[in-house]
Each structure stands twice: as structure tokens, then as C-alpha cells.
């Protein structure tokens, strides 16, 4: 990799307020970074020098998950080339360390796949869309999450039945959008650039206005995703045991069980610590709310196999609140950066998403919860993050668009991405970089289309071991 990569967050101390540098001065910087690493060295092989075996990788991914759940995620990573990819950042990362990089350096998702573009709502009310998937988020070359995005469209594409050039197109789109939107967000007056949400507007913005209907009634629904839709559907109430009338959830294994009161305890004063990393307000308005129940939750295909639980809290009048605990483990992409070692993984994904994302989670931090290991029953600290579980959340799934609208959802996850970046990279750095040079969108889409071939093979690969009985797996029910 370029030993070019920038230092990225400067502390408060180290911050210049006396010297200004101009847009054309900064531009002509990220300029002259082109006779180092043209755009055009984006279109290369997919396999890197570092890449390890499917089936190794994927052990090493599953060692410290609890061992009677990797059946689990191994049977949704077999479900199709999209959904392996899912679940395979780090293997990527693998593939592009010491590939060509700028030497720009971002905080960036780790995981830009587009099935991590999300519907979210902010405590105004408003639905916006945004990466919400911080899980591998480390600094590290913009371009990762740019290649990682244009290579998942090309297979979300392919799942739902779009033809090569719509799927090339796609990931086109996304990479023209990023340069575009990277170009407009340098020109911006810096607090109009930095304050932009990316609610209904961007579609427009984005020239994505095919998506506009499919927004409209994901929007719909995540108005309606709601901690008490999840108290209606999950839980039941108890009176049994205290007289007192509560919430309990209701076991469907696999996805939702019940766990043990000493693990229950233990969650429960997990909680109370996590309180500490709440804005005082915050914390003041957690404090007003009891635990009614927790229970473990299995999450998506990139985190089956980690502890994960809702805590069902009761509040004023009926009022109910549902929080997600889920384990921090390092970033998958670590390493393969020059990153340090985080103190807190919970901590590293709560900060990277106060970096990356518009608006955060208001209720959004993290903890330590003390739990058995699964392979002795030794006592051990985990780090979690713990963040409100429905938050008017909804999504587009980009696996079931047409070919006119997957290119219109490349546009606007490209110009999310931009933006997102542009939050801790300056964006006029990244568009002196570009420089308006059309060969990179092209190139991107090559290097997308090669990736999605790879990742085929290493579905192929991980289907066959299953089959042969080299790899468990339990095949998820409908």
C-alpha cells in the first residue's frame, strides 16, 4: 500500500486556525497526487498477493464466535454470491492491501456495500438515508469503500436478474456520482457542505429520481418501525412472578431467545455503565427508564456468531424503548491498515459513526459486559455497542431492483458515500485528485466487474465444502 496515507484526525491542539489554504491551492494538491497513482490504476486484477484460502479465511473469521452459530452464518453465506460477499469484507481487504491508493485518507465504512445504505430517522422526525454500518470502520483509502460498493451492485445486479451491461452501468453510476458529488461538495461554503442531510432532496440531487417511489414507500415503513411495533409483534405481558404488569419477549428460535438471569444481570449492568458514554442530557433521560427484559438477537450475516441482545425498557404511561447490544471485535480491514489498536471496539464503531454519518443515534455508545466464555465458561469482558434498536429504520433492497433502477441506486449511494467521506477528508483534496476525469468511473466499473467474478469463485468454493461436508451449515427457514 502507498506510505503516502495522510494522518487523518489531528487533536484539538494541533489544529492550524491561522493559516488558510484556498480551494485552487488545495485542488492543485490533491493533483498532483495523480502522477503517483493515475486514475485509470483502479482497473486492475481482483486478487491480491495477500488474498488467504476461502476456507482459512473464513475459519480464522469464525474463531472467537460462538461456536454453535457459525452453522448458522455459514448456511446465509452460501445463499448466493451477494449475500457471501456480505460476509466477506475482510477477504476483500486482503485483495486490495497493497493495491494502488491516492493516498487520501478517510474514515471510512470498511463495509460500503449497498445493502448498508439505510433509512433512518432523526429525532426531528425527518427519514434520511445514510451508510449505517459501522462495524469495520477504520481510516483507510476512500477508494476501499468506493471499489467495495461499485463490486457489490454488480452482484446485487446479477441476484436480481439484471443483464452485464446494467450491472457495469451500475457501479459506473456509482463511481461517477462520488466524483461529482466530491466536485460540487469542494465549491460548497464549508458549514452549507458539512450541515447537508441526506433526506428526500438527494435523490434529486443525485439524478436518482427513478428511486424516488421506491424512497417514498421505504420511508413509509420505517415511519412505523418503532420500539413499540417491536413490544407488539415480540413480547407478551407477564404478571406471573411480581404482580407487576411488564413486557417479555416471546422466544422464536433461532433469531430470538431467551437467556439465563445471571447473563440477564449482566447485560442489565452493562446498560448502566454505558449510560457514562451518553451526552449528560442523554444520560439524564436514559436514567428515567427500567428494564423490563433482555433477551439474545441474532443480527445480520456479517455478525452471526457475535453475542448480541435487546433490552426492553418501559418508560411513561405504556411507553417502551428497545436497545440493541451488540459485540465490537476488531475491524476485519485492521489488518491491512496502519491502524493502532483500539482501547474500546465498541467506542472505535460509536466515534467512527459520529465521523461518517450526518446525524447519529442519539442514544448511540458503548460498554463491557462480563460473559462466560463459550469454549471454557472462563469470565470475560466484551465490548459492545448499544444503540436503539428500531429507529424509524427501513432500507431498499438493492438485490430486487431492474436494471433502470439499480443505476439510479448507484447514483445515489456513490453521492452518500461522497458525502460521508467528505466529513473527514477535505472534499477539495478528492476532487483535485479526480480532476474532473471521466477514465475513473470507467475504470472502477472494470475493476467492480472483475471483483464480482472473484467473489463468485469463492461462493463456488464455500458451497462446495459445504457440500462435501468440509464446512457446516444450517440453512436459514423462511
Not at 497526487?33 to 486492475?44: F, I, Q
Request: proline share 5%; glycine share 8%.
Amino acid at each position: 500500500m502507498s506510505d503516502s496515507v495522510h494522518q487523518l484526525h489531528p487533536l484539538p491542539g494541533d489544529v492550524d486556525l491561522r493559516t488558510y489554504v484556498s480551494e485552487p491551492e488545495v485542488r492543485a494538491r490533491g493533483r498532483a497526487l495523480r502522477d503517483a497513482t493515475p486514475v485509470t490504476a483502479r482497473d486492475r486484477e481482483a486478487t491480491g498477493a495477500d488474498r488467504p484460502d476461502v476456507l482459512a479465511f473464513l475459519r480464522a473469521a469464525h474463531a472467537n464466535r460462538l461456536p454453535d452459530l457459525v452453522p448458522l452464518r455459514v448456511g446465509r453465506m452460501i445463499s448466493s454470491p451477494f449475500t457471501f460477499y456480505r460476509g466477506a469484507a475482510g477477504l476483500m481487504a486482503a485483495d486490495l492491501h497493497r493495491g494502488p491508493v491516492s493516498g487520501l485518507t478517510a474514515q471510512i465504512c470498511g463495509d460500503a456495500h449497498a445493502a448498508n445504505f439505510g433509512l433512518f430517522g432523526t429525532p426531528q422526525g425527518e427519514i434520511m438515508m445514510d451508510i449505517n454500518d459501522f462495524d469495520e470502520s477504520v481510516p483507510g483509502p476512500w477508494e476501499w469503500d468506493l471499489e467495495r460498493l461499485a463490486a457489490s451492485l454488480v452482484l446485487a445486479g446479477r441476484e436480481s436478474g439484471v443483464d452485464a451491461e446494467g450491472c457495469r452501468r451500475a457501479a459506473l453510476e456509482a463511481a461517477r456520482a462520488y466524483r461529482l458529488e466530491a466536485d460540487q461538495l469542494a465549491s460548497l461554503h464549508f458549514l452549507e457542505a458539512w450541515t447537508a442531510l441526506p433526506d428526500e432532496s438527494v435523490i434529486g440531487k443525485a439524478k436518482a429520481d427513478d428511486l424516488l417511489d421506491n424512497f417514498k414507500k421505504a420511508a413509509k415503513k420505517a415511519r412505523k418501525n418503532t420500539s413499540a411495533k417491536v413490544a407488539a409483534k415480540w413480547t407478551h405481558i407477564d404478571d406471573h412472578e411480581t404482580g407487576i404488569r411488564k413486557h417479555r419477549f416471546i422466544d422464536d428460535p433461532p433469531v430470538l431467545t431467551r437467556i439465563g438471569d445471571g447473563v440477564a444481570e449482566a447485560v442489565i449492568d452493562g446498560l448502566e455503565r454505558y449510560a457514562g458514554t451518553l451526552r449528560d442530557s442523554r444520560a439524564h433521560l436514559l436514567a428515567r427508564f427500567a428494564v423490563s427484559d433482555i433477551a439474545f438477537r441474532i443480527v445480520g450475516t456479517g455478525s452471526v456468531g457475535l453475542h448480541s441482545y435487546v433490552a426492553l425498557l418501559h418508560g411513561n404511561d405504556g411507553e417502551v424503548l428497545v436497545l440493541q447490544l451488540k459485540q465490537s471485535i476488531p475491524s476485519a480491514l485492521a489488518p491491512f491498515l496502519p491502524v493502532p489498536a483500539a482501547r474500546h471496539e465498541g467506542e472505535r464503531i460509536v466515534r467512527a459513526a459520529g465521523l461518517v454519518q450526518a446525524q447519529s443515534d442519539i442514544l448511540m455508545g458503548w460498554t463491557s459486559v462480563e460473559l462466560p466464555n463459550p469454549h471454557d465458561g472462563s469470565p470475560e469482558s466484551l465490548p459492545f455497542i448499544v444503540r436503539q434498536f428500531r429507529n424509524f429504520k427501513g432500507s431498499i433492497d438493492p438485490a430486487t431492483l431492474s436494471g433502470d433502477d439499480l443505476d439510479d441506486y448507484g447514483r445515489l449511494a456513490g453521492a452518500l458515500l461522497a458525502r460521508a467521506h467528505a466529513r473527514s477528508l477535505d472534499p477539495r483534496l478528492t476532487a483535485g485528485y479526480l480532476d474532473g476525469d471521466e477514465r475513473f468511473e470507467e475504470a472502477v466499473a472494470a475493476f467492480a466487474v472483475r471483483y464480482a467474478d472473484r467473489t463468485e469463485r469463492d461462493h463456488a468454493e464455500l458451497v462446495a465444502a459445504v457440500r462435501s461436508g468440509q464446512v457446516a451449515a444450517e440453512v436459514p427457514q423462511d
